[in-house]
């Protein structure tokens, strides 16, 4: 192996471990609680309070105090008599009998431990905070006060009601108000998770409380509630996304009780954030939740706030931006509502990619809501086997789409109108997006029920020659499709000219790519220890269906990442590896050489997945592949899993003989991976050939494997690829 190569393969030594045993999981609750001052003079009292949760049972709590005067700067809150917590030497826990509430103005005194704990000390030493920081206030920070109260209209000595609530009451306000907690809050999870024993923090709940007025998020807009009244207002958080971004700490917004003391809320906080991420793994996966009417609940409905509208805003130039923000204002200012329809919250790049739109135009306060239909499995074997597989020219030539499908079908679609959507999202939206083929059905009950404009989403390769030759069961499925489709509004096709039908007026048709969130934990950058703690999780799902682990960072190893579906290539990818193997067996050693992760994510409306998944699960136990089975790591694991794991990847592979528009190609080059696909579909409008990645001629599985054993070899032209 190059001597450059086998450097980039070893981890950070000061991100390791002194054994291989997993991070702990760990959850916590932050309760905020400010007292605005009502001498404009002088800061506002404040404190935070820290709740350790192991998914069972309470771990370890600490409450802090901001200090007068000194912004960002903390205080331990004074001792209290009689309380011992008792140590379980056994769990390694700190219990505490049930701990008195914290006052929110305690006299000053010397700074000590209140929980003889793992919680570190966020003043650090002693001499750390003068005494006289209690009552001398910062002039800076004084003369602030003074200007941000001018500005609130005098209301400089009242606390905030929802009667005297300034209109103006925006981000500069409640980021005043927050920003001093940012620092010490993440100073005590950055403390404690690298104090013995080392934990890896998964969510934070968090609760806001400002005169006593909690904070609240609905459909992504942030609330205070007083005396049973919500004023909405603006609020971009950044400590929100510092959590997300520094410490890899999924932020959920939940309301607590006021009344309750500071360490009960905190407490209260970290209970109810739990409920929000997936149970069936040890990581910061959120819970996918539908709803009434079978809503999806992106963000859980807007309370997972990791990032604000001005990290999205830093991506791009400021020209962009405006021109952005021109046609959001305009839609918003219209009150335009947006309504999509799919067949499954999870999955597939079309899942993603609502997930992500949905959280934007929220964030830009757009009125947008994600709708999809009641599952039914033999409706789903229509769709996929007859519809999405058919139009792509990858069906058997005895599947056809028969008039009992069509019964099946559209009973199907006008169940899930009328039962869900006819009432409510037909009649209060103005654009109505529908997904691709799988819903079509449910065009005719929108124009007998409302005057929405309705738009045909199309995110597959359209095999149009075999549609233009007609006579065959492409052209047969296509025109029983068009009959459903061909009065709609307008029609958005991946950038693929040629996969659009003849019959699609070009006067309504417009071309828009997919997208991915470079924000979302697919896309973000992982320091070295979080990456090898989802390499672990990675590793155990492998171990579990297959006995199988990678050998990373020892070995390097090459990626496809997809649905199990016919269209992505698997057998190919199997046979460019094998051939790869035989002739790179004698440049390296067996212990350096590189693995193969074939990892597929299964979707609701998708049942073919199972089966192509055990159709490649034989191939391997092929005769002719004995040879690479045992570094053949094929796990059907939930996709931010093996998202994170793609971060680690050497070369990512993309062997596609039908694609649309490949998302996972454009988060393989935001990730700075070669990337060595077939140049189908949309691919060869992602990669620059010879630039950041290889574009391959389809089937051509020998050119793969020579491209991948110039990539593994010579380091200079991995190192071009990696940055082009």
Not at 227 to 246: A, G, K, P
């Amino acid at each position: 192996m190059p001597q450059q190569l086998r450097s980039r393969l070893q981890p950070n030594r000061t991100h390791q471990r002194p054994n291989s045993a997993p991070l702990s999981s760990l959850y916590v609750g932050i309760e905020i609680e400010v007292s605005t001052c009502p001498d404009p003079g002088e800061p506002s009292d404040a404190a935070f309070c820290v709740y350790v949760h192991d998914g069972f049972c309470g771990v370890d709590f600490a409450t802090q105090k901001l200090a007068k005067g000194r912004r960002g700067s903390v205080i331990e809150p004074p001792s209290i008599d009689g309380i011992d917590p008792d140590i379980d030497a056994e769990m390694g826990r700190i219990l505490v009998q049930d701990p008195p509430p914290f006052a929110i103005r305690p006299d000053p005194a010397p700074s000590r431990t209140r929980v003889a704990s793992k919680s570190p000390s966020l003043s650090g030493r002693s001499d750390s905070l003068p005494s006289e920081a209690s009552s001398a206030g910062d002039p800076s920070l004084a003369a602030d006060a003074r200007a941000l109260y001018e500005e609130l209209g005098g209301i400089a000595c009242q606390k905030l009601t929802c009667d005297n609530l300034p209109a103006n009451m925006n981000q500069r306000l409640l980021d005043r108000w927050i920003r001093p907690f940012e620092d010490p809050v993440i100073d005590w999870l950055k403390r404690y998770t690298r104090s013995p024993p080392t934990t890896k923090i998964q969510v934070a709940g968090i609760g806001i409380v400002i005169d006593g007025q909690r904070l609240s998020i609905e459909r992504s807009r942030v609330g205070f509630t007083h005396c049973s009244q919500t004023m909405y207002i603006d609020l971009n958080v950044s400590l929100f996304s510092r959590l997300w971004f520094e410490l890899d700490i999924l932020p959920i917004v939940v309301t607590t009780d006021v009344k309750g003391s500071i360490d009960e809320r905190a407490c209260s906080a970290v209970r109810k954030a739990i409920l929000f991420i997936n149970p069936h793994l040890s990581a910061n996966i959120p819970r996918i939740n539908v709803g009434f009417r079978h809503e999806v609940e992106v963000d859980g409905g807007g309370v997972i706030r990791f990032c604000n509208v001005q990290d999205y805003r830093r991506l791009v130039p400021d020209a962009t931006w405006q021109v952005l923000k021109q046609r959001c204002d305009a839609v918003r200012n219209k009150r335009i509502s947006i309504s999509f329809f799919n067949s499954t919250p999870v999955g597939g790049g079309v899942a993603i990619m609502r997930h992500s739109i949905v959280r934007f135009m929220s964030l830009l306060g757009i009125d947008v809501h994600w709708y999809v239909a009641k599952p039914k499995p033999e409706v789903f074997q229509i769709t996929k086997h007859k519809f999405h597989n058919i139009l792509q020219g990858v069906a058997p030539k005895d599947v056809s789409f028969s008039e009992h499908d069509k019964a099946l079908y559209e009973k199907w679609c006008a169940v899930n109108a009328e039962r869900n959507w006819v009432s409510g999202p037909f009649g209060s939206s103005d654009v109505i997006v529908i997904d691709d083929p799988q819903l079509i059905g449910i065009i005719p009950h929108i124009r007998c029920r409302s005057k929405s404009k309705v738009v045909f989403r199309c995110h597959i390769q359209v095999r149009n020659d075999l549609i233009e030759q007609g006579n065959n069961e492409t052209a047969r499925v296509w025109n029983y499709i068009w009959d459903h489709i061909k009065d709609v509004d307008g029609y958005i096709w991946h950038p693929i000219p040629e996969s659009v039908p003849s019959c699609v007026p070009r006067s309504k048709l417009s071309f828009f790519p997919a997208f991915m969130d470079p924000l979302d934990g697919l896309c973000k950058t992982l320091t070295p220890s979080t990456l090898e703690y989802y390499l672990s999780i990675f590793n155990r799902l492998a171990y579990d269906r297959m006995g199988k682990r990678l050998a990373f960072p020892r070995r390097p190893y090459i990626l496809q990442l997809s649905r199990f579906d016919p269209s992505k290539g698997i057998p190919d990818v199997i046979e460019a590896y094998s051939e790869l193997r035989k002739r790179i067996e004698s440049v390296l050693p067996f212990s350096e050489l590189p693995q193969l992760v074939i990892a597929g994510i299964g979707a609701i409306d998708d049942p073919q997945g199972t089966a192509i998944y055990d159709e490649t699960l034989l191939l391997l136990e092929d005769e002719q592949y004995q040879d690479i089975f045992s570094d053949v790591v094929p796990p059907a694991a939930v996709r931010p899993v093996v998202e994170r794991a793609a971060v680690a990847c050497h070369i990512y592979l993309q062997l596609s003989i039908r694609e649309g528009f490949e998302i996972k190609v454009t988060e393989a080059l935001h990730k700075g991976k070669p990337v060595v696909a077939y140049a189908t579909g949309g691919i060869p409008l992602q990669i620059q050939h010879g630039v950041n990645g290889y574009l391959i001629e389809t089937g051509n599985t020998g050119q793969v494997t020579d491209t991948l054993f110039r990539l593994l070899t010579d380091d200079e032209d991995w190192r071009k690829r990696a940055t082009g």
